[in-house]
């Protein structure tokens, strides 16, 4: 068993094995492909089933078959998320100046639930930026 790792943003991770516990698989942007958005593959040439317990997935997909134990401190699958998304942009006058504000979002397009993604209408959750 693999424990506490990061392998964020890894296409392969740098360590391999069937179980994973508290490790953080997570990428930053998720993929668009046939015009729906999913996760990276964690071992794109790898079908081999793995277990991953209280491991961060966002933007992942597993091996086909895995077992997934609280993703995300959740009891779903790993999160399908774009991030820092412009819903929103105005231009405010400060000072006698003309400033451009944009509101930001986050859009959650899905989970990955035993071994399917499930999907729903996005749900966008407000953020501030940084």
């Known amino acids: 068993m693999i424990e506490g790792k990061n392998f964020s943003n890894q296409i392969v ?4 094995d069937t179980e994973y516990k508290d490790c ?6 998720c993929l668009t492909v046939l015009g729906q958005k999913v996760g990276h593959r964690i071992f794109p040439d ?35 998320v774009e991030r820092m998304i412009v819903v929103n942009t105005e231009l405010v006058e400060i000072d006698g100046e003309q400033i451009e504000v944009k ?3 986050d859009r959650i397009h899905g989970h990955y639930y035993q071994g399917v993604y499930s999907y729903k209408t996005p749900i966008d959750i407000p953020r501030e930026a940084k």
């Open 13 to 16: 991770p740098s360590e391999i």
């Open 24 to 29: 953080n698989f997570s990428h930053s942007n």
């Open 46 to 80: 790898d079908d081999t089933p793995r277990t991953f317990i209280d491991c961060n997935m966002t933007n992942c997909e597993p091996p086909p078959g895995s077992i997934i134990m609280k993703a995300n401190g959740q009891h779903t699958g790993p999160t399908i």
């Open 103 to 105: 509101d930001y979002v």
